[in-house]
T-cell receptor, first 110, second 117 residues
Framework: TQLLEQSPQFLSIQEGENLTVYCNSSSVFSSLQWYRQEPGEGPVLLVT?????EVKKLKRLTFQFGDARKDSSLHITAAQPGDTGLYLCAGAGNTDKLIFGTGTRLQVFP | KAGVTQTPRYLIKTRGQQVTLSCSPISGHRSVSWYQQTPGQGLQFLFE???????NKGNFPGRFSGRQFSNSRSEMNVSTLELGDSALYLC????????????????FGPGTRLTVL
């Protein structure tokens, strides 16, 4: 069974701080996605990474896919209250199903 | 382009009842997946439909079923509701590339919040 563990589970920081969220597995994924979900809404896709070692930047967000395609990280620079939400990684594995991570709940205080 | 829509947004049922949830995918998306989200278990895959056929299934009991219509709209049904079925049910659509393989990028609807009393 393919599992994705995210850490930390909860993160509470002040506006302007930097943070990193990790997504780890013992399985290899063909691609990995990051989503953000706000209360009362469905997850919204932020990025897809497909190549081992790939780094993608989306304004203040930097996503990296591990060389072995088993892990990923999301780094946020100078966090803002608008970054508050549940961050989910999701891996495409050996079936067409997406395996979602356990989630990281981020709260950014002004 | 309109996003994924789900109806109803909120639903309250009692144990033993059944419920049907509806999902309209993004125009042109032929794959529809359903997920259950709870605080304890996170986001869990229920099933995926493509061309009116169930293509993938998660580890849920047979009380959970679904179907897809020719216009790609989908419904899921839960029979004999239990307290533990209280959750946010999310529908997601995705674009299917030539050959029938989904690209896996999921576009989610806002969900249906089901409460079982």
């Amino acid at each position: 069974t393919q599992l994705l563990e995210q850490s930390p589970q909860f993160l509470s920081i002040q506006e302007g701080e930097n943070l990193t969220v990790y997504c780890n597995s013992s399985s290899v994924f063909s691609s990995l996605q990051w989503y953000r979900q706000e209360p009362g809404e469905g997850p919204v896709l932020l990025v897809t990474v497909v190549t081992g070692g790939e780094v993608k930047k989306l304004k203040r967000l930097t996503f990296q896919f591990g060389d072995a395609r088993k892990d990923s990280s999301l780094h946020i620079t100078a966090a803002q209250p608008g970054d508050t939400g549940l961050y989910l990684c999701a891996g495409a594995g050996n079936t067409d199903k997406l395996i979602f991570g356990t989630g990281t709940r981020l709260q950014v205080f002004p | 382009k309109a996003g994924v829509t789900q109806t109803p947004r909120y639903l309250i049922k009692t144990r033993g009842q059944q419920v049907t949830l509806s999902c309209s995918p993004i125009s042109g998306h032929r794959s529809v997946s359903w997920y259950q989200q709870t605080p304890g278990q996170g986001l869990q895959f229920l099933f995926e439909y493509f061309s009116e056929t169930q293509r993938n299934k998660g580890n849920f009991p047979g009380r959970f079923s679904g179907r897809q219509f020719s216009n790609s709209r989908s419904e899921m049904n839960v029979s004999t509701l239990e307290l533990g079925d209280s959750a946010l049910y999310l529908c997601a659509s995705s674009l299917v590339l030539a050959g029938g393989s989904s690209y896996n990028e999921q576009f989610f609807g806002p969900g249906t919040r089901l409460t079982v009393l």
